[in-house]
């Protein structure tokens, strides 16, 4: 994601979360901390359909957002963007990466738990319209330690 395409996200998120889209100065302010942000867009014949978020303090990282338009679904969109976001957590050095779903969004996770995330907390009423947010979480495994050179003539 680039500043320039902030407004066409900030359109997609009002339309998307309209009970909690992010203010426009939001994603400036995210865009902006480069050391500890990652964020993401997904074009189709030029348009964004889709974006994604991540703040990473290490050892963890946390999915800020990630949103795909409904006509867009189904097409490998959101895997996409949380594999990239995954990846970015990986280059990171995070050990966990957790976010927030709401409670009455199957859909998300389903696609979070694919991805090996598991449920460990609810947040009640988190969401400004009531719903509870389910936090999850996905572990990374440990970069295993790369093998000891031998000393010459040992075996």
């Not at 964020?39 to 949103?67: F, K, N, R, W």
């Not at 995954?86 to 199957?106: C, F, T």
């Not at 009640?124 to 031998?150: H, N, T």
């Amino acid at each position: 994601m680039e500043p320039a395409d902030i407004p066409e996200v900030h359109t997609l998120e009002r339309r998307l979360f309209p009970v909690d889209a992010w203010p426009l100065q939001m994603f400036h302010d995210e865009l902006a901390q480069t050391d500890t942000r990652r964020y993401l867009v997904a074009e189709v014949h030029g348009g964004i359909v889709g974006y994604a978020g991540l703040m990473c303090i290490e050892p963890i990282s946390d999915v800020q957002t990630i949103a795909v338009v409904p006509e867009q679904e189904g097409k490998g969109i959101g895997s996409a963007l949380l594999t990239e976001l995954i990846v970015e957590s990986r280059r990171r050095h995070a050990q966990d990466v957790l976010l927030e779903v709401r409670a009455d969004n199957p859909r998300a996770q389903q696609l979070y738990r694919r991805f090996g995330f598991e449920q460990i907390h609810v947040r009640p009423r988190y969401y400004r319209d009531g719903v509870d947010a389910l936090i999850m979480r996905l572990q990374l495994p440990r970069e295993p330690l790369s093998p000891q050179p031998k000393e010459a003539g040992r075996p």
